[in-house]
């Protein structure tokens, strides 16, 4: 059983940076794949990034090539996702999943808004 717990969202202007953290409590936190996703209003929820157990082998979605990095601190349980130049559009929910054969955590989200 993993539990995750998101923090780092907020409310930032056009072209500014956040970063958000998912801390993991329980065992093995080092064998799963983790994966950040994010919701907006009306839309599926979509995956933004991953990284593989070991931290490896990174991907993003198109949308967010360049500007998101995700790394991850197995001595501290977290995940993290670096997010500059952000767009109005990348407002939404921001959620951590931990991936590993049939198991998937998810933790609560955290809410990122971009506006001037």
């Known amino acids: 059983q993993v539990q995750l717990v998101e923090s780092g969202g907020g409310l930032v202007q056009p072209g500014g940076s956040l970063r958000l953290s998912c801390a993991a409590s329980g065992n093995s936190f080092s064998i799963y794949a983790m994966y950040w996703y994010r919701q907006a209003p009306g839309k599926q929820r979509e995956s933004v990034a991953v990284i593989s157990r070991g931290g490896g082998i990174t991907d993003y979605a198109d949308s967010v090539k360049g500007r998101f990095t995700i790394s991850r601190d197995d001595a501290k349980n977290t995940v993290y996702l670096q997010m500059n130049s952000l767009k109005p559009e990348d407002t939404a929910v921001y959620y951590c999943?931990?991936?590993?054969?049939?198991?998937?955590?998810w933790g609560q989200g955290t809410q990122v808004t971009v506006s001037s």
């Open positions: 999943n931990a991936h590993w054969a049939m198991f998937d955590y």
